[in-house]
């Protein structure tokens, strides 16, 4: 196979695989050009499955970053959130990061909570269904230690209430939508507050760049006084547009042509009320966003 065909084919597996790992499209589009760049001075004369060696190539590269850039996650101001993937509505496939698959936002906050170890097993296993003997030879691991945890992460993910790989933006969530950008463009916000559960979670990622809550905000009550008191403060004037996050309906706010943060919504199990609102406004993780 030709190098550009090979580029072609594989890189919006390869993009997959990185995403999901480390919750950062601009790391995961270097990750990607590096594998690629290394590819070029590498005899692959003897590679038997090409897709699985690309993929593991890009797995320990991810699991190298990880491993060295734990500290700087742990000293992150406030919740740290994964990077959206942000489609503009009226725009065509051809201008977002073309990837393998989506998956949904709130399942990529959930891989975020694993080991990179676990993170591997699970978006090659689970997601991209590599079966466990590639896992086994892509991970270094034996077939037995790779089953055994992929089974420690179903219990784990199902204790954390595991949401779905796939999009599912349903009616539902547009209506969620416009009950939230009517709330924010009114300052009403009782109709949008009945929307979540009682034990709702807001999670706010500023990185330390702009002001957001340090901390996660918990209850339907305190989200109510969160969102009140920065509409008080005009933080909620401006456009708002609706857009895909990670295949689902989200909301970006816009002011003064400048994209100030992105807000998107993990639902319940039965899609009739919030669970959990992400709300991302470090410009450095909506700079792919055009």
């Known amino acids: 196979m030709k190098f550009e065909q090979m580029y072609t084919t594989y890189k919006p597996l390869l993009l997959s695989i990185a995403y999901r790992m480390l919750g950062s499209i601009s790391d995961a589009e270097d990750i990607v050009q590096d594998v690629f760049v290394s590819l070029q001075q590498t005899s692959l004369e003897n590679v038997h499955h ?71 097993v699970y978006v090659l296993r689970e997601v991209l269904e590599f079966d466990y003997k590639d896992l086994s030879e892509m991970l270094g691991k034996s077939e037995v230690s790779c089953r055994k945890v992929m089974s420690r992460l179903k219990q784990k993910l199902d204790r954390d209430k595991a949401v779905e790989i796939a999009p599912t933006n349903g009616e539902q969530m547009q209506a969620f939508v416009q009950t939230f950008i009517q709330a924010s463009r009114t300052g009403s916000f009782g109709a949008f507050i009945d929307l979540l559960i009682e034990d709702s979670t807001l999670l706010t990622d500023g990185g330390g760049k ?81």
């Open 50 to 120: 090409l897709k699985a060696y690309l993929a593991k190539i890009t797995t320990n590269r991810c699991l190298n970053l990880l491993n060295s850039s734990r500290k700087q996650r742990e000293l992150y101001p406030g919740p740290w959130l994964p990077e959206p993937d942000i489609q503009m509505i009226e725009h065509g496939p051809e201008d977002r990061i073309v990837m393998e698959e989506k998956v949904t936002y709130a399942l990529l906050v959930l891989l975020q909570k694993l080991s990179p170890m676990e993170r591997a």
């Open 210 to 290: 702009v002001r957001a809550a340090l901390n996660p905000i918990y209850g339907s009550d305190r989200i109510q006084s969160f969102w009140e008191g920065i509409f008080i403060k005009g933080a909620l004037e401006g456009e708002y547009r609706q857009v895909q996050i990670n295949g689902e309906a989200g909301i970006l706010l816009m002011q003064q042509g400048q994209l100030k943060w992105s807000v998107c919504f993990e639902m319940t199990d039965n899609l009739s009320a919030i669970r959990t609102i992400y709300m991302i406004s470090n410009p450095e993780k909506l700079k792919h966003c055009r």
